[in-house]
Structure formats: structure tokens, C-alpha cells
């Protein structure tokens, strides 16, 4: 796969002191972005709306604890990615972890990803055998992959999908998975059939399809932002928190400034800007606006949401498991997990937390819920999977995400093109991240991508070696 990056900057080489760099949101993209534009001389203005960097990837204090915005681990399979992630953190400050996950399915908990020997040995021997006749009958046949479901029927037979992958779709990007681009599947499973599961088994060093150990930071993923930011204030750039973009400015099909406000309005010049705010948010700060059809697509990139519901247990481990997913619809969350497990330095040793995300669209009936009934429901079915006991919870809190899981609809690659089509037009922008390019992506996918955006700008690269980079950024996968 080829790659456009050195990740070593040297501004002995490249002066770009004159140059000024607007950075729109505080993720890890930005951040590092932003940090690789300063060390190479560029006056750097970092915008974030919230009162801390970081975004999803950032960790905040509770009492006792250190806490994530959910279960986040560091794996990569992309060259020169681990080194960035322990120049980063640090020597010394990040721990190698034995992963282990799971599955509910069928009510009972199999390995993750999904040995099938495992799952054919401990079910129903009908349903077994039916798993194994449809994968035949689908394997075989000719078929056309469009949707996220031909592309599971396809590798694993109906039934089999059905069992394994049709729920958690459904859960998680809150549509019917015929609805949903096979590139969503391609992506988010590198087990694309039943074979490749069987590789996994039989090829123990398949490490694109599984983590076997992960990295994680000793005090909280949000190490990795912090140190970002520190690094772009110690050479000389500036992050302006609780501003909000208002404004950007485009003359001669370039952005001359953004205009942002905190207690008072203020225009910052740019000779680049690099936004990492989502697809749908963007586009609607350019002046002047943009056409009306263009404004159509980018209402079309749908986002789903995230609430995550923090339990407090007075015991000193709850779960055998880093995480575990809950695809079937009985259960309100899709994902559990305990931070504990990833760092002991994150919680007292008498007690821990667990996390149970909840996926929904924005502004809902689940997402506008009471604390107290999403608390109630939450326990409740904690209790079912056999996870707690309702004595043992002392504490419990939620916080909410409003766009996390970019919705791979059938024309959201139309939608999308057209979008960037036009962004292309002007010549100093650059949309990135997870949002900012509706990318399904990880930690270590952001790093990667930021590495060649920031070589594209620093460089002074040309529109087609961008163009070159985004449909690199689309060959990412995400690896459980």
C-alpha cells in the first residue's frame, strides 16, 4: 500500500514562518496536524469549541477516576504508526495489553472475533447445521454485492448473518442493513467470510484480522491529545478553547480568514485551514455560501449518536473481558466495557466502572432520556447479561456524543464526492478525520492520515496528490 509520508519534519529545510494555519477541532488529527505544521514554522491556530483537546479521545477525572469516552485501545498494522503512538505518549507510559472480547449471541458468550468451530459446537445442532448449508448455498451463487447484507449473506450465509451481524447494524447505524453500502461491512470486518475466519484460526500471525495485545497509555487515552497539545504550545502555536467558529472567509477560491467567537467576536487570517469538524457542519460556515445542491448532499451524510452510560461498582473487577458486544435487541446497549482491564492506574483498586454505549440518532426519544430511566434500563439489562448485581452499582452518570458513527448509506458516496468536489475548488482547505472526511476510522487510522495530510501541506503538494491521499484514507479497516 503506498504511502506519501516521512513523519520527521525538519524546518531547517522548509521555512513557513510566515505562513498562518488555522486548525478547526481538537482531535487527534487535528492535534497532531497542528503540532507537525508548528514544528515546521507555521503560526498555528488551533479553534475547539469544548473546554478540553481531544474530542472522543480524551480522558476526564471523576472522584477516583481516570475515564475514557468508552473503550479505546491503540493496535495498528500501518507502518510507522507505533513509533508515532510511543514518541507520543512517552517511554515508559503506555502499557501492552492481552486483548480479550466477546460476544453475546444466542445467549450465550463466544470469543471475539468468531471462532466458528466455537459458535457451531455450542448452539442448537439444527441451527448449526443450517449456518453451514446457507453459507454453501450463498457461497456459490452468483451474487451481486451491493448492500452490507449481500456482503455478509455472500461470505456467511443468511443464517449465519443473521445471527452475527445483522443485529448489531441495525443497532448501531439505526437502519436496515440492505440500506446500508457493503463498503460499511468491508470496512468495519476484515473477516469478509467464513474461510477468512478459518485463517484465523489456522494462520495464528493474521494480525490485519485481530489484535492480539493492544497498547494503551498508563493514565488515560487522553495522554496522547494532551501531549499533542502541549507539544504545539512549546512551539509557539496557539489553541483557543470554548471558541466557536462562525465564519469562513473565501476570496478568489481561497480561505483569507475564519471568524470565531468567545466572549467576543475576533477574524484570524490563514494562508490554510485544516477542519476536522464534521462533513454537515463545515460547509455551512463558508462565506460565500454554498450552492444549493451541494448543501443537499451534505445534509444527506447522516451521523448517529452516542450516549455512554458510566456504572460504578464497589468491587475490584467486574468482567473477565476488555469489552464485550450485544448485538441482539434485548438488550438496550451494543457495547460494555471496563477501563480497568486496560489500565489498573486508572481506578482505585477496590472498585471499578464499566461502560455500556447506547447508539441512537440525535435529538430522540432515547437520546433526550432522563438519567434516571436510562439508568434503570441500563441495570437492568447489566443484570440480565449477568455482568452485575444492582447492590454492588453505587454511582452512575451519562455523557452523549451527538455525532460519532458516520451512516454508510447506499448514495453516501455520491453525497460524499460531491461535497469534497466542491471544497476542492478552494485551493488552502482540507477536510480530515473521522468527520471532517466521514471516514470509519480508529486512533491509529487518524495519526496516519494526519502524517500525510500534514506532508501534503507542508510540501506544497499538488490537489491530485490529495485526491491520491483521500482514496488511500478509504482503503482503511478497522481491526477489533
Known amino acids: 500500500m503506498e504511502r506519501w509520508v516521512s513523519s520527521n519534519f525538519d524546518s531547517s529545510q522548509i521555512s513557513h514562518k510566515m505562513k498562518k494555519a488555522i486548525v478547526l477541532g481538537a482531535g487527534i ?58 514518541k507520543i505518549v512517552g517511554e515508559g507510559n503506555y502499557l501492552i495489553v492481552k486483548k480479550k472480547n466477546s460476544i453475546r449471541l444466542l445467549g450465550k458468550y463466544f470469543n471475539f472475533p468468531v471462532k466458528l468451530s466455537e459458535l457451531l459446537l455450542n448452539i442448537n445442532p439444527i441451527i448449526s447445521f443450517k449456518i453451514g448449508l446457507d453459507f454453501f448455498r450463498s457461497f456459490f451463487k452468483k451474487m451481486k454485492i451491493k448492500s452490507y447484507e449481500d456482503y455478509f449473506v455472500k461470505g456467511f450465509g443468511r443464517t449465519g448473518y ?41 494462520i495464528k500471525n493474521k494480525k490485519d484480522v485481530s489484535a492480539e495485545y493492544f497498547y494503551y497509555p498508563k493514565h488515560g487515552y487522553g495522554v496522547i ?136 440518532n440525535y435529538n430522540d426519544n432515547i437520546y433526550n432520556a432522563h438519567e434516571e430511566k436510562l439508568k434503570e434500563l441500563v441495570l437492568k439489562d447489566l443484570e440480565k447479561a449477568g455482568l452485575i448485581k444492582k447492590e454492588e452499582v453505587y454511582d452512575f452518570f451519562i455523557r452523549k456524543a451527538g455525532r460519532v458513527y458516520p451512516v454508510y448509506s447506499m448514495e453516501y458516496k455520491k453525497n460524499l464526492n460531491k461535497v469534497l468536489g466542491y471544497l476542492d475548488n478552494i485551493g488552502n482547505i482540507y477536510t480530515v478525520g473521522r468527520l471532517g472526511l466521514f471516514n470509519y476510522n480508529n486512533a491509529d487510522h487518524c495519526i496516519d492520515m494526519a502524517m500525510v495530510t500534514s506532508d501534503i501541506i507542508i510540501k506544497g503538494k499538488s490537489l491530485e496528490e490529495w485526491r491520491k491521499a483521500r482514496n488511500y484514507f478509504d482503503s482503511y479497516k478497522i481491526v477489533d
Not at 478540553?52 to 485501545?73: C, E, I, Q, R, W
Not at 447505524?173 to 469478509?192: F, H, Q, T, V, Y
Not at 434485548?330 to 489498573?344: D, G, I, L, P, W
Open 29 to 86: 488529527t487535528g492535534l497532531y496536524i497542528a503540532d507537525q505544521l508548528a514544528k515546521s514554522g507555521y503560526n498555528v491556530t488551533v479553534i475547539e469549541k469544548t473546554k478540553k483537546v481531544g474530542g472522543m479521545a480524551s480522558s476526564f477525572n471523576y472522584k477516583d477516576f481516570t475515564l475514557d469516552y468508552g473503550p479505546h485501545k491503540f493496535y495498528t498494522y500501518l507502518p510507522g504508526i507505533y513509533e508515532e503512538f510511543m
Open 225 to 360: 491529545c494532551d501531549n499533542l497539545a502541549n507539544s504545539i504550545i512549546k512551539n509557539k502555536g496557539k489553541i483557543l478553547l470554548e471558541t466557536f467558529p462562525t465564519k469562513i472567509n473565501v476570496k478568489n477560491n481561497k480561505v483569507v480568514s475564519v471568524e470565531v467567537s468567545k466572549s467576543k467576536k475576533k477574524k484570524i487570517s490563514c494562508d490554510v485551514l485544516v477542519s476536522s469538524l464534521s462533513i454537515n457542519e463545515m460547509p455551512l460556515l463558508l462565506n460565500p455560501n454554498i450552492p444549493n445542491d451541494v448543501a443537499e448532499s451534505f445534509k444527506e451524510l447522516k451521523f448517529r449518536s452516542l450516549i455512554i452510560c458510566y456504572v460504578f461498582l464497589k468491587k475490584e473487577k467486574a468482567l473477565k473481558d476488555n469489552w464485550l458486544f450485544f448485538p441482539e435487541k434485548e438488550f438496550c446497549f451494543n457495547r460494555v466495557a471496563e477501563q480497568k482491564s486496560f489500565s489498573s492506574f486508572t481506578a482505585p483498586a477496590e472498585k471499578t466502572v464499566l461502560t455500556a454505549e447506547i447508539t441512537c
Open 162 to 202: 443473521s445471527i452475527i451481524f445483522k443485529g448489531f447494524a441495525e443497532k448501531v447505524w439505526g437502519i436496515n442493513p440492505k440500506n446500508l453500502s457493503e463498503e460499511l461491512a468491508r470496512r468495519r470486518s476484515p473477516a469478509s467470510n467464513i474461510f477468512d475466519v478459518l485463517k484465523t484460526i489456522l
